[in-house]
């Protein structure tokens, strides 16, 4: 089992920028491809960010490249996302994944954080 706890949410205007951080444990860590996601109010959950075991290979949601960046420091079991110059649209809650395979979608992932709130004002 894999405990994930997200944090670094919270209000900020537009064009400005927020780390989200996601500490995991109970399995070793570097096992794992994490991801990022988030689900806006009425909207389905969308794929953000993944990165590889390692720490190579990122790769983001089209819309999102040159704006958000994913780390992740195996020595900290963390996983981060800085976001930068966001926007209104960014607004949602943002869930850390972590599992076997990753990718893109959902069904990638074995565990998931309880989720922090990222609110983007005008």
């Known amino acids: 089992q894999v405990q994930l706890v997200e944090s670094g949410g919270g209000l900020v205007q537009a064009g400005g920028s927020l780390k989200l951080s996601c500490a995991a444990s109970?399995?070793?860590?570097?096992?794992?491809?994490m991801g990022w996601f988030r689900q806006a109010p009425g909207k389905e959950r969308e794929f953000v960010a993944a990165?590889?075991?390692?720490?190579?290979?990122?790769y983001y949601a089209d819309s999102l490249k040159g704006r958000f960046t994913i780390s992740r420091d195996n020595a900290k079991n963390t996983v981060y996302l800085q976001m930068n110059s966001l926007k209104p649209e960014d607004t949602a809650v943002y869930y850390c994944?972590?599992?076997?395979?990753?990718?893109?979608?959902?069904?990638?992932?074995?565990?998931w954080g309880q989720g922090t709130q990222v609110t983007v004002s005008s």
């Open positions: 109970g399995r070793t860590f570097i096992s794992l491809a």
């Open positions: 990165i590889s075991r390692s720490g190579g290979n990122p």
């Open positions: 994944a972590a599992g076997f395979y990753g990718g893109k979608t959902a069904t990638g992932y074995n565990y």
